[in-house]
C-alpha cells in the first residue's frame, strides 16, 4: 500500500513549457486535490475532485488544469509555466471530503 | 470569506513548558475545523479534527464559536514537537478547505 505517490520530485521549466504533475493513490479514495505551498502563504487549493469524470476549481485554479479520468490518478496540468507558478505541489486523498486527507510527499517546481 | 489566519510565524518554548499555537477564523456558517502537521522530511498529517474532541499526542484544541479561534494546546511541550503546524478549515462547499500560513514550532532541550 504505497499510499499518494507524487512525481516528479523536483522539475525546473522554462517560462511557456507545459508538463504535468502526476499523483496516484491505492486507497481508493474518492475524493483528491492539489494544494500549492507558498512561503508564508500556506496551502491554497488549486483544483480538487470528488470521484472519477467529476472536478471543479479552489481557490487558485488559473492556470491549471485537471482530470480525472480513473479513481487512482488525478494528474495536473500547466499548459505555459509562469515564474509566478514556482511552488511547492501537495496531492492529497481522502475516503470523502470529510474524512482524513492523506498528503503526497510533494513535488518541488522552479519555473525559470 | 472564508479565512484562516495563524498570527505566529515561530514559536519557540524550551521542553517541559505548555505551548499554545494560535489559529482564527473568519466563516459564517458552523465550522468544521482541522490541524494537520508536518515533521521534517515528513508528509502532511492530520493532528486533530474539533469534531472528534480528542487528545492526539497530548495536544488539545477547543473550538470557540465566539472568539472565532480553535488553538492548539498542549502543557508540556517535548523536543519530537518540533514541526510545522498548519490550521485548516472545511468551507461551506465541502469539498473546499482553506489552509492557514502555518507556525512552526521550536522545542528547545
Known amino acids: 500500500n504505497a499510499g499518494v505517490t507524487q512525481t516528479p520530485k523536483f522539475q525546473v521549466l522554462k517560462t511557456g513549457q507545459s508538463m504535468t504533475l502526476q499523483c496516484a493513490q491505492d486507497?481508493?479514495?474518492?475524493?483528491m486535490s492539489w494544494y500549492r505551498q507558498d512561503p508564508g502563504m500556506g496551502l491554497r487549493l488549486i483544483h480538487y475532485?470528488?470521484?472519477?469524470?467529476?472536478?471543479d476549481q479552489g481557490e487558485v485554479p488559473n492556470g491549471y488544469n485537471v482530470s480525472r479520468s480513473t479513481t487512482e490518478d488525478f494528474p495536473l496540468r500547466l499548459l505555459s509555466a509562469a515564474p509566478s507558478q514556482t511552488s511547492v505541489y501537495f496531492c492529497?486523498?481522502?475516503?470523502?471530503?470529510?474524512?482524513?486527507?492523506?498528503f503526497g510527499p510533494g513535488t518541488r517546481l522552479l519555473v525559470l | 470569506a472564508q479565512r484562516v489566519t495563524q498570527p505566529e510565524k515561530l514559536l519557540s518554548v524550551f521542553k517541559g513548558a505548555p505551548v499554545e499555537l494560535k489559529c482564527n477564523y473568519s466563516?459564517?456558517?458552523?465550522?468544521?475545523l482541522f490541524w494537520y502537521v508536518q515533521y521534517s522530511r515528513q508528509r502532511l498529517q492530520l493532528l486533530l479534527r474539533?469534531?472528534s474532541r480528542e487528545s492526539i499526542k497530548g495536544f488539545t484544541a477547543d473550538l470557540n464559536k465566539g472568539e472565532t479561534s480553535f488553538h492548539l494546546k498542549k502543557p508540556f511541550a517535548q523536543e519530537e514537537d518540533s514541526a510545522m503546524y498548519y490550521c485548516?478549515?472545511?468551507?461551506?462547499?465541502?469539498?473546499?478547505?482553506?489552509f492557514g500560513s502555518g507556525t512552526k514550532l521550536n522545542v528547545k532541550p
Open positions: 486507497m481508493n479514495h474518492e475524493y
Open positions: 492529497a486523498s481522502s475516503r470523502d471530503s470529510g474524512e482524513t486527507q492523506y
Open positions: 475532485s470528488v470521484g472519477a469524470g467529476i472536478t
Open positions: 485548516a478549515l472545511r468551507g461551506d462547499n465541502f469539498n473546499k478547505f482553506y
Open positions: 474539533h469534531i
Open positions: 466563516y459564517s456558517g458552523s465550522p468544521e
